[in-house]
């Protein structure tokens, strides 16, 4: 199984940046996507940005346009999301996923089959 580590998280003022790490280890042969999901508390898991792990195609969440950028290293088998102009709507808690498969979809939590255990965002006013 591919596993997942998200690290980087932390509290940051209005305005301020984080970049997001996510290291994945195991059989990561099979991959399609990867993507940047969040949760705040009370809240449904919603989609922030997805990478094509093969060419680098970027795909972003309207919300995050502009202020997120998704990247990845290949070599280390490692997702980034740089965080910047974080706003206090950004808080939450964030995943990095994988897709073993290809599902036709990036933006769905359901078409991801690896998830990591997330990290926090906390962004205050």
């Known amino acids: 199984q591919v596993q997942l580590v998200e690290s980087g998280g932390g509290l940051v003022q209005a305005g301020g940046s984080l970049r997001l790490s996510c290291a994945a280890s195991?059989?990561?042969?099979?991959?399609?996507?990867m993507a940047w999901f969040r949760q705040a508390p009370g809240k449904e898991r919603e989609f922030v940005a997805a990478?094509?792990?093969?060419?680098?195609?970027?795909y972003y969440a309207t919300s995050v346009k502009g202020r997120f950028t998704i990247s990845r290293d290949n070599a280390k088998n490692t997702l980034y999301l740089q965080m910047n102009s974080l706003k206090p709507e950004d808080t939450a808690d964030y995943y990095c996923?994988?897709?073993?498969?290809?599902?036709?979809?990036?933006?769905?939590?359901?078409?991801?089959?690896?998830w990591g255990q997330g990290t926090q965002v906390t962004v205050s006013s």
């Open positions: 996923a994988g897709q073993k498969y290809y599902s036709g979809a990036y933006s769905y939590t359901h078409t991801y089959d690896y």
């Open positions: 195991g059989r990561t042969d099979s991959r399609y996507f």
């Open positions: 990478i094509s792990w093969s060419d680098g195609s970027t």
